[in-house]
């Protein structure tokens, strides 16, 4: 019994459409939903069979199509809460995935056709390089790495201190690579033994066996001991508004409740070191209307904060719209805008840091000469286009070395551990997810932080707008949690560390492993079938 040739048939596309529809359920499953607040990290280990399975029974031609589809599905279960940040967000980011899988699935079919007997091997690499890839350039994007299902798993994810997330996920995607290959094995050859295919590949398994045992012993004896280590006792304030809606008169409301916070935070009898407000929480551009002055209302209200930090001995990190006048690319003055982390003391700012990994489409695009219609389009959408930063930023406090990567920026391994390697004693994430209205959106962000505390053996500390606001060790174990959707501060003692990890020195070379073993595998597929096809044409001859 044969599997059904390249989906032909009414029948066999309805199988394939529930085996895509399948797998997009349980990948969306795996991570925090609508259902199950942290997840069901469990899904995450077989999540990929239907996919693998459903590319055995398709053709090369009509893995693309499959492929768009599974994409635009996948992510638009586990991302439904895109929508709500932008009119085009959820249409591009679908968009986006839907072209990928578009991509990915073919060569994940020419891994079968190539390698017949161990293909699943080259469709784990594929798949791992698919996931390190899709982080890079403009388009940059973490959320959904395999990995990043396993926050909860802290013995498993320990070994993030050694190769990033991407030995996490190297782990939790072979099983489904080796069931489905195993189950396809099994519908080809229905009159062998059912255990006939581990007989013949047992060693693939057996290595990753030995690999996940190693990876649980490391995970229960490599976590820091830091109850003799510093601390630094942080104030974190959660105003539970979107900030960005409204006029002055909502942005001077949202003052009152950051102000009414801080000084019942301040006012405990053991004071923080620090007070961290999130990201652009006071929204007044406070550079611009302090020295221009164009707007009287604004001034009025960033003298009155201004006023409120001069009375503050503590240092405050404030997220703001960090407007200045620049020299533009054609030599003109020109007003600009940073999305920023200001540090004030006593009313005078100290340092700042401005985003650097900006969002794509929504903070920046800079393809406006290239896709004018594209960016009229989002211009016309209210998007806020941003400047982005360059300078990795290390502020120093009380004592305290730190830096703040700003929302998104600590879904990326390589932007915190930039942050490490110039001095770094603890990141402090500034984020504003109150425009989801969503739970799950801002579980799945704060998830992937546990992994840059991680990676760098450094408490995090996250103040957001509405959730979710914690203190995460450096072992990745979350110390404390502000309820989501509340006005509140929570004050959190958290220690400070200066060792260096492997993957703060060595950063994502594992996946640029993957990478190059994917690639060199295609490559000497190709090149031994050009061989063997010039081998025929001799003998023809």
Same mark, same amino acid.
């Given at each position: ?34 259902f199950v607040t942290n997840g069901i990290f469990l899904l995450a280990w077989v999540a990929y069979v239907p996919v693998f399975i459903a590319i055995s029974r398709?053709? #090369?031609?009509?893995?693309? =199509?499959? *492929?768009?589809? &599974? @994409?635009? +599905?996948? !992510? ?56 390190? #890839?899709?982080?890079?350039? =403009?388009? *940059?994007?973490? &959320? @959904?790495? +395999?990995? !990043? ?344 003692d958290v220690p400070l560390l200066s060792q260096t990890t492997w993957y703060t020195k060595y950063g994502d070379f594992l996946a640029w492993i993957f990478l ?26």
């Amino acid at each position: 019994m044969m599997l059904p040739s390249h989906g032909n048939g009414f029948k066999n596309n309805v199988i394939t459409f529930l085996y895509i529809f399948l797998a997009s359920v349980l990948f969306a499953l795996s991570f925090p939903n609508l259902f199950v607040t942290n997840g069901i990290f469990l899904l995450a280990w077989v999540a990929y069979v239907p996919v693998f399975i459903a590319i055995s029974r398709i053709g #090369l031609g009509a893995s693309i =199509f499959w *492929g768009a589809l &599974y @994409g635009y +599905t996948a !992510y638009g279960l586990f991302n439904y809460w895109l929508s709500v940040f932008h009119p085009l967000a959820g249409v591009i980011v679908g968009c986006i995935y839907l072209t990928y899988f578009a991509i990915l699935f073919p060569l994940l079919k020419l891994a079968e056709r190539l390698f017949p007997k161990r293909y699943y091997i080259v469709q784990w690499l594929l798949w791992l390089s698919y996931e390190f #890839l899709r982080t890079k350039g =403009f388009l *940059g994007y973490a &959320y @959904g790495i +395999t990995g !990043y299902s396993q926050w909860q798993v802290l013995p498993l994810i320990q070994i993030s201190a050694l190769f990033g997330v991407w030995a996490v996920s190297a782990l939790v995607v072979f099983p489904s690579t080796y069931f489905a290959s195993w189950i396809v094995d099994n519908i080809k050859n229905p009159t062998q033994h059912w255990f006939s295919f581990i007989k013949k590949e047992w060693l693939a398994p057996s290595l990753w066996f030995c690999a996940l045992i190693a990876s649980l012993i490391y995970g229960f004896i490599s976590p820091v001991s830091y109850e003799q280590a510093p601390k630094a006792r942080v104030a974190l304030i959660q105003h539970n508004t979107d900030p960005w809606r409204g006029g002055i008169v909502a942005y001077r409301q949202n003052f009152a409740i950051l102000k009414r916070l801080s000084l019942e935070a301040v006012s405990q009898e053991q004071k923080p070191d620090l007070v961290v407000w999130s990201e652009t929480a006071f929204v007044p551009r406070i550079y611009w209307h302090k020295t221009y002055r164009d707007d009287q209302e604004s001034y009025e209200l960033v003298k009155d904060l201004l006023d409120f930090l001069a009375t503050q001995d503590i240092p405050y990190v404030i997220g703001n719209d960090d407007g200045r006048k620049e020299v533009n690319e054609e030599g003109v003055w020109d007003s600009v805008d940073y999305n920023a982390a200001i540090l004030f003391k006593n009313g005078e700012e100290q340092q700042i840091y401005r985003k650097m990994h900006l969002v794509p489409f929504t903070e920046h695009f800079p393809y406006k000469k290239q896709l004018p219609f594209m960016y009229e389009a989002l211009r016309n959408a209210d998007t806020h286009f941003w400047k982005k930063g360059t300078e990795v930023t290390v502020f120093e406090a009380n004592g305290i070395k730190f830096s703040t990567p700003i929302c998104f920026e600590d879904t990326f391994g390589y932007i915190s551990r930039r942050f490490v390697q110039n001095g770094v004693e603890l990141i402090v994430n500034l984020t504003n997810d109150a425009w989801s209205k969503s739970l799950p959106s801002q579980m799945q962000h704060a998830t992937m932080a546990v992994f840059r505390a991680i990676e760098n053996r450094r408490s995090v500390v996250r103040s957001t707008a509405s959730g979710q606001t914690c203190a995460i060790d450096p072992n990745g174990r979350i110390i404390a949690m502000a309820p989501a959707f509340t006005e509140v501060q929570l004050t959190v003692d958290v220690p400070l560390l200066s060792q260096t990890t492997w993957y703060t020195k060595y950063g994502d070379f594992l996946a640029w492993i993957f990478l190059s073993l994917s690639g060199l595998s295609l490559l000497l597929a190709v090149v031994r079938l050009t061989i063997r096809a010039c081998h025929r044409t001799i003998k023809e001859e």
